[in-house]
Protein backbone atom coordinates (compact mmCIF):
# COMPACT_ATOMS: atom_id res chain seq x y z
CA UNK A 1 0.00 0.00 0.00
CA UNK A 2 0.97 3.82 -0.32
CA UNK A 3 2.33 4.05 3.41
CA UNK A 4 4.71 2.66 5.97
CA UNK A 5 3.29 2.13 9.42
CA UNK A 6 4.30 1.93 12.82
CA UNK A 7 3.59 -1.36 14.53
CA UNK A 8 4.39 -2.09 18.83
CA UNK A 9 8.24 -2.62 19.21
CA UNK A 10 9.67 -0.38 16.49
CA UNK A 11 11.38 2.82 16.92
CA UNK A 12 9.56 4.59 13.96
CA UNK A 13 7.33 3.26 11.25
CA UNK A 14 8.86 0.67 9.14
CA UNK A 15 5.62 -2.20 8.07
CA UNK A 16 4.43 -2.71 4.94
CA UNK A 17 1.05 -3.67 3.90
CA UNK A 18 0.16 -5.61 0.99
CA UNK A 19 -2.77 -4.75 -0.98
CA UNK A 20 -4.81 -8.03 0.32
CA UNK A 21 -3.64 -6.72 3.71
CA UNK A 22 -2.53 -10.17 4.63
CA UNK A 23 0.70 -12.17 4.17
CA UNK A 24 -1.12 -14.15 1.29
CA UNK A 25 -0.25 -10.34 -0.70
CA UNK A 26 3.54 -12.07 -0.12
CA UNK A 27 3.67 -15.55 0.25
CA UNK A 28 0.95 -15.83 -3.23
CA UNK A 29 3.50 -14.28 -5.53
CA UNK A 30 6.10 -15.98 -4.70
CA UNK A 31 4.19 -19.34 -4.60
CA UNK A 32 3.44 -18.48 -8.29
CA UNK A 33 7.36 -17.41 -8.76
CA UNK A 34 8.24 -20.70 -7.70
CA UNK A 35 5.78 -22.77 -9.92
CA UNK A 36 6.56 -20.61 -13.32
CA UNK A 37 10.26 -21.91 -12.74
CA UNK A 38 9.34 -25.46 -11.92
CA UNK A 39 9.10 -26.13 -8.30
CA UNK A 40 6.45 -29.10 -8.11
CA UNK A 41 4.03 -28.83 -5.02
CA UNK A 42 1.92 -31.28 -3.55
CA UNK A 43 -1.15 -30.80 -1.58
CA UNK A 44 -2.88 -32.42 0.50
CA UNK A 45 0.16 -34.70 1.57
CA UNK A 46 0.59 -35.40 5.05
CA UNK A 47 4.38 -35.89 5.93
CA UNK A 48 4.17 -38.71 9.17
CA UNK A 49 7.64 -39.57 9.41
CA UNK A 50 10.92 -39.21 8.35
CA UNK A 51 12.57 -42.55 6.61
CA UNK A 52 16.33 -43.41 7.97
CA UNK A 53 18.55 -45.67 6.96
CA UNK A 54 21.90 -46.07 8.79
CA UNK A 55 21.42 -42.96 11.53
CA UNK A 56 20.50 -40.88 7.61
CA UNK A 57 17.32 -39.46 7.19
CA UNK A 58 16.53 -40.59 3.10
CA UNK A 59 13.35 -39.55 2.57
CA UNK A 60 9.80 -38.89 4.10
CA UNK A 61 6.36 -41.36 4.24
CA UNK A 62 3.22 -39.21 3.06
CA UNK A 63 -0.18 -39.74 3.34
CA UNK A 64 -1.50 -39.02 0.09
CA UNK A 65 -5.09 -37.25 -0.98
CA UNK A 66 -5.18 -36.19 3.05
CA UNK A 67 -8.10 -34.98 4.73
CA UNK A 68 -7.54 -32.40 7.20
CA UNK A 69 -10.72 -32.04 8.30
CA UNK A 70 -11.73 -36.20 9.12
CA UNK A 71 -7.84 -37.28 9.19
CA UNK A 72 -8.62 -39.56 5.93
CA UNK A 73 -6.13 -40.20 3.12
CA UNK A 74 -6.14 -42.37 0.01
CA UNK A 75 -3.02 -44.31 0.66
CA UNK A 76 0.87 -44.10 1.87
CA UNK A 77 3.42 -43.06 -0.21
CA UNK A 78 7.58 -43.29 0.37
CA UNK A 79 9.44 -40.54 -1.11
CA UNK A 80 13.00 -41.01 -1.46
CA UNK A 81 15.42 -37.69 -1.18
CA UNK A 82 18.61 -37.97 -3.77
CA UNK A 83 20.07 -34.87 -1.81
CA UNK A 84 18.91 -34.00 1.61
CA UNK A 85 15.75 -33.38 3.52
CA UNK A 86 14.69 -29.77 4.90
CA UNK A 87 11.86 -29.73 7.01
CA UNK A 88 9.80 -26.41 7.44
CA UNK A 89 6.61 -27.40 8.88
CA UNK A 90 6.20 -24.28 10.83
CA UNK A 91 4.61 -23.58 14.56
CA UNK A 92 2.57 -26.05 16.46
CA UNK A 93 -0.01 -23.33 17.65
CA UNK A 94 -3.10 -25.40 17.54
CA UNK A 95 -1.25 -28.47 18.81
CA UNK A 96 -2.73 -27.89 22.60
CA UNK A 97 -1.76 -30.94 23.77
CA UNK A 98 2.17 -30.29 22.46
CA UNK A 99 1.78 -26.70 24.14
CA UNK A 100 1.27 -28.03 27.39
CA UNK A 101 4.35 -30.14 27.85
CA UNK A 102 6.55 -26.34 27.69
CA UNK A 103 3.62 -23.57 28.37
CA UNK A 104 0.59 -25.05 29.81
CA UNK A 105 -1.32 -21.61 30.39
CA UNK A 106 -0.29 -20.53 27.12
CA UNK A 107 -2.57 -24.09 25.96
CA UNK A 108 -5.54 -22.25 26.95
CA UNK A 109 -5.47 -19.50 24.46
CA UNK A 110 -7.03 -19.42 21.35
CA UNK A 111 -4.57 -19.06 17.95
CA UNK A 112 -4.64 -17.34 14.82
CA UNK A 113 -2.73 -20.32 13.15
CA UNK A 114 -4.46 -22.53 10.49
CA UNK A 115 -5.84 -25.80 11.81
CA UNK A 116 -2.71 -27.79 10.72
CA UNK A 117 -0.74 -26.30 12.67
CA UNK A 118 0.60 -29.21 15.13
CA UNK A 119 3.36 -30.77 16.18
CA UNK A 120 3.63 -34.68 14.28
CA UNK A 121 6.26 -33.43 12.36
CA UNK A 122 8.51 -31.68 15.32
CA UNK A 123 7.56 -34.97 16.98
CA UNK A 124 9.13 -37.38 14.61
CA UNK A 125 12.47 -34.93 14.15
CA UNK A 126 12.79 -35.55 17.88
CA UNK A 127 12.04 -39.14 17.56
CA UNK A 128 15.08 -39.38 14.69
CA UNK A 129 17.27 -37.56 17.28
CA UNK A 130 17.22 -33.55 16.44
CA UNK A 131 17.70 -31.79 19.41
CA UNK A 132 15.62 -28.61 19.04
CA UNK A 133 15.73 -25.10 21.68
CA UNK A 134 13.79 -23.05 23.21
CA UNK A 135 10.19 -24.84 22.73
CA UNK A 136 8.93 -22.31 25.14
CA UNK A 137 9.06 -19.62 23.10
CA UNK A 138 6.04 -18.43 21.59
CA UNK A 139 4.71 -15.12 19.85
CA UNK A 140 1.53 -13.84 21.35
CA UNK A 141 -0.54 -11.14 19.41
CA UNK A 142 -1.21 -9.08 22.16
CA UNK A 143 -4.14 -7.02 19.88
CA UNK A 144 -7.12 -9.96 19.17
CA UNK A 145 -10.26 -9.51 19.96
CA UNK A 146 -11.71 -12.32 22.05
CA UNK A 147 -15.31 -12.10 20.41
CA UNK A 148 -13.68 -12.48 16.85
CA UNK A 149 -11.84 -15.86 17.70
CA UNK A 150 -8.82 -15.12 15.34
CA UNK A 151 -7.52 -12.21 13.17
CA UNK A 152 -10.56 -10.44 12.49
CA UNK A 153 -11.41 -6.13 12.58
CA UNK A 154 -10.73 -5.96 15.67
CA UNK A 155 -7.13 -6.32 15.59
CA UNK A 156 -6.63 -3.42 12.79
CA UNK A 157 -8.43 -1.62 15.54
CA UNK A 158 -5.92 -2.12 17.90
CA UNK A 159 -2.95 -2.18 15.97
CA UNK A 160 -4.01 1.71 14.95
CA UNK A 161 -5.54 2.26 19.10
CA UNK A 162 -2.26 1.20 20.54
CA UNK A 163 -0.37 3.89 18.49
CA UNK A 164 -3.24 6.23 18.92
CA UNK A 165 -4.64 5.77 22.28
CA UNK A 166 -4.62 3.45 25.30
CA UNK A 167 -5.19 0.45 26.95
CA UNK A 168 -6.73 -0.04 30.47
CA UNK A 169 -7.32 -2.29 33.08
CA UNK A 170 -10.91 -2.56 33.59
CA UNK A 171 -10.97 -3.51 36.81
CA UNK A 172 -8.45 -0.20 38.02
CA UNK A 173 -9.48 2.33 35.56
CA UNK A 174 -5.81 2.83 34.91
CA UNK A 175 -3.06 2.00 32.20
CA UNK A 176 -1.21 -1.13 32.41
CA UNK A 177 1.42 -1.22 30.34
CA UNK A 178 3.35 0.66 27.76
CA UNK A 179 0.66 0.55 23.99
CA UNK A 180 4.13 0.48 22.33
CA UNK A 181 6.32 -2.06 23.84
CA UNK A 182 7.06 -5.13 21.87
CA UNK A 183 4.41 -7.79 21.60
CA UNK A 184 5.74 -10.23 24.25
CA UNK A 185 5.89 -7.36 27.26
CA UNK A 186 2.29 -6.32 26.13
CA UNK A 187 0.84 -10.14 26.04
CA UNK A 188 2.34 -10.67 29.19
CA UNK A 189 0.82 -7.59 31.05
CA UNK A 190 -2.82 -8.07 29.33
CA UNK A 191 -1.81 -11.80 30.51
CA UNK A 192 -1.74 -10.43 34.09
CA UNK A 193 -5.05 -8.47 33.97
CA UNK A 194 -6.56 -11.41 32.41
CA UNK A 195 -5.74 -13.36 35.51
CA UNK A 196 -7.40 -10.92 37.74
CA UNK A 197 -10.78 -12.57 36.21
CA UNK A 198 -13.10 -14.09 38.28
CA UNK A 199 -15.73 -16.56 37.35
CA UNK A 200 -18.22 -15.75 34.63
CA UNK A 201 -16.56 -12.47 34.18
CA UNK A 202 -13.41 -12.53 32.76
CA UNK A 203 -11.23 -9.22 32.93
CA UNK A 204 -10.59 -8.49 29.62
CA UNK A 205 -8.12 -5.51 28.57
CA UNK A 206 -10.04 -2.41 26.96
CA UNK A 207 -8.13 -0.24 24.47
CA UNK A 208 -9.56 2.77 22.87
CA UNK A 209 -8.82 5.82 21.09
CA UNK A 210 -10.56 9.17 19.98
CA UNK A 211 -11.99 9.29 16.25
CA UNK A 212 -10.77 11.65 14.39
CA UNK A 213 -11.10 11.43 11.07
CA UNK A 214 -8.13 12.36 8.45
CA UNK A 215 -5.24 10.96 10.96
CA UNK A 216 -6.37 7.31 10.16
CA UNK A 217 -3.58 5.62 8.26
CA UNK A 218 -4.42 5.35 4.17
CA UNK A 219 -4.10 1.58 4.43
CA UNK A 220 -6.47 1.39 7.45
CA UNK A 221 -9.29 3.26 5.63
CA UNK A 222 -11.52 0.15 4.80
CA UNK A 223 -11.35 -1.49 8.24
CA UNK A 224 -12.04 2.24 9.14
CA UNK A 225 -15.58 1.60 7.18
CA UNK A 226 -16.50 -1.30 9.21
CA UNK A 227 -18.17 -0.60 12.30
CA UNK A 228 -15.56 -0.48 15.49
CA UNK A 229 -16.42 -3.20 17.69
CA UNK A 230 -16.13 -3.37 21.48
CA UNK A 231 -12.52 -5.10 21.49
CA UNK A 232 -13.23 -6.37 25.07
C1 LIG B 1 -2.84 -14.57 12.02
C2 LIG B 1 -1.36 -14.43 11.71
C3 LIG B 1 -0.89 -13.21 11.25
C4 LIG B 1 0.46 -13.06 10.94
N1 LIG B 1 0.87 -11.85 10.48
C5 LIG B 1 2.16 -11.70 10.13
C6 LIG B 1 2.62 -10.46 9.58
O1 LIG B 1 1.84 -9.52 9.40
N2 LIG B 1 3.93 -10.34 9.27
C7 LIG B 1 4.81 -11.38 9.45
O2 LIG B 1 5.99 -11.24 9.12
N3 LIG B 1 4.40 -12.57 9.97
C8 LIG B 1 3.10 -12.74 10.30
N4 LIG B 1 2.69 -13.93 10.83
C9 LIG B 1 3.68 -14.98 11.08
C10 LIG B 1 3.99 -15.72 9.80
O3 LIG B 1 2.80 -16.06 9.13
C11 LIG B 1 4.76 -16.99 10.18
O4 LIG B 1 5.88 -16.64 10.96
C12 LIG B 1 5.22 -17.71 8.92
O5 LIG B 1 4.14 -18.06 8.12
C13 LIG B 1 6.00 -18.96 9.31
O6 LIG B 1 6.42 -19.57 8.11
P1 LIG B 1 6.83 -21.07 8.04
O7 LIG B 1 7.14 -21.34 6.59
O8 LIG B 1 7.87 -21.37 9.08
O9 LIG B 1 5.54 -21.90 8.48
P2 LIG B 1 4.08 -21.95 7.87
O10 LIG B 1 3.72 -20.73 7.10
O11 LIG B 1 3.21 -22.38 9.01
O12 LIG B 1 4.20 -23.14 6.79
C14 LIG B 1 4.31 -24.50 7.19
C15 LIG B 1 3.64 -25.34 6.12
O13 LIG B 1 3.90 -26.72 6.41
C16 LIG B 1 2.72 -27.45 6.22
N5 LIG B 1 2.77 -28.66 7.08
C17 LIG B 1 2.74 -28.73 8.44
N6 LIG B 1 2.83 -30.00 8.85
C18 LIG B 1 2.93 -30.77 7.73
C19 LIG B 1 3.05 -32.17 7.49
N7 LIG B 1 3.09 -33.07 8.49
N8 LIG B 1 3.12 -32.60 6.21
C20 LIG B 1 3.08 -31.72 5.17
N9 LIG B 1 2.96 -30.37 5.33
C21 LIG B 1 2.90 -29.90 6.60
C22 LIG B 1 1.59 -26.49 6.64
O14 LIG B 1 0.36 -26.91 6.08
C23 LIG B 1 2.11 -25.17 6.07
O15 LIG B 1 1.72 -25.01 4.71
C24 LIG B 1 1.35 -14.13 11.13
C25 LIG B 1 0.87 -15.36 11.59
C26 LIG B 1 -0.47 -15.51 11.87
C27 LIG B 1 -0.98 -16.85 12.34
Given at each position: ?????RLG?H????T?????????????????????????????????????????????????????????????????????????????????????????????????????????????????????????????????????????????????????????????????????????????????????????????????????????????????????????
Open positions: MDKVIGSAPRMVPKAASGGGIVVPIHNWLKKNGVQFRNRSQVIDLLMQDGKVTGVLINCDYNWKDGTSKKEQRIGSRGGVVVATGGWGQDKDFIKTTMPVYSLLECTSQPGATAEMLKALLKSGCLPSMLDMYQLGPWASPDEKGAGPGSFFADYAFAEGMAVNPKTGRRFMNELADRRTRADAELNVLSESIPDKINYPDVFCGEKRGRLPSCLSRQNRLPLRNTG
